[in-house]
Structure formats: structure tokens, C-alpha cells
């Protein structure tokens, strides 16, 4: 299968916004919720963000309010908009479904929040 591939990624200061994109697989894209997940250093891997087939949202408490998920199912392309980045937002970002597949992990995309 072809993994998903992340982008938008960069350094920002903090207060600063963000558009990540993730570019899927069709066949796993249009029937299952995407999610889009990040990894600090020493950290493990969590889910921030996640967008059902149908539209629905959900978010983790630590960024509710300041990032936006979203998905264009004629492009199979998921979306993360980030706003008012903190520091503690440093991470590598990945995307995938919701509950995660296993061996569907793409390179993810750095962004780093200076203070």
C-alpha cells in the first residue's frame, strides 16, 4: 500500500499559525475517520485531532480551540489548521486512521514552536 504523505510542517514563532496537509491512500481515505497524531521527543505518539468519514470532529483537550481538522474527500487529503501555536506543540505530525493501522505510518512533518 502507499503511505500517507504529511507536509506544511516548518518553524514558527510562538502565536503563529500552521497548514498541514496529508495526502492518503483513497482506498483507506473514504471509508474510515482520519486522525492526525504527533510525537514529541521522549514522548509517545498522540492522537490530537480526528475527522470521521461524515464530517464529525474531535480533539484533544491540549489543543481544542486553536487547531481545525478537515478533509477533502475528492483530493483523499486531510488537513490540520493550527493556530495559536505553543512551544509545547513540537512534535512530528502524522496522519492516519482512527484507530491507527499499524503499518500505515508516513515520514510525518516537524513543526517546531519557538518561545
Known amino acids: 500500500q502507499v503511505q500517507p504523505v504529511e507536509s506544511g510542517g516548518g518553524l514558527v514563532q510562538a502565536g503563529g499559525s500552521l497548514r498541514l496537509s496529508c495526502a492518503a491512500s483513497?482506498?483507506?481515505?473514504?471509508?474510515?475517520?482520519m486522525g492526525w497524531y504527533r510525537q514529541a521527543p521522549g514522548k509517545q505518539r498522540e492522537l490530537v485531532a480526528r475527522?470521521?468519514?461524515?464530517?464529525?470532529?474531535n480533539y484533544a483537550d491540549s489543543v481544542k480551540g486553536r487547531f481545525t481538522i478537515s478533509r477533502n474527500n475528492a483530493k483523499n487529503t486531510v488537513y490540520l489548521q493550527m493556530n495559536s501555536l505553543k512551544p509545547e506543540d513540537t512534535a512530528v505530525y502524522y496522519c492516519?486512521?482512527?484507530?491507527?493501522?499499524?503499518?500505515?505510518w508516513g515520514q510525518g512533518t516537524q513543526v517546531s514552536v519557538s518561545s
Open positions: 475527522i470521521t468519514s461524515a464530517g464529525s470532529t
Open positions: 483513497g482506498s483507506i481515505f473514504l471509508f474510515n475517520a
Open positions: 492516519n486512521t482512527d484507530p491507527y493501522i499499524w503499518n500505515y
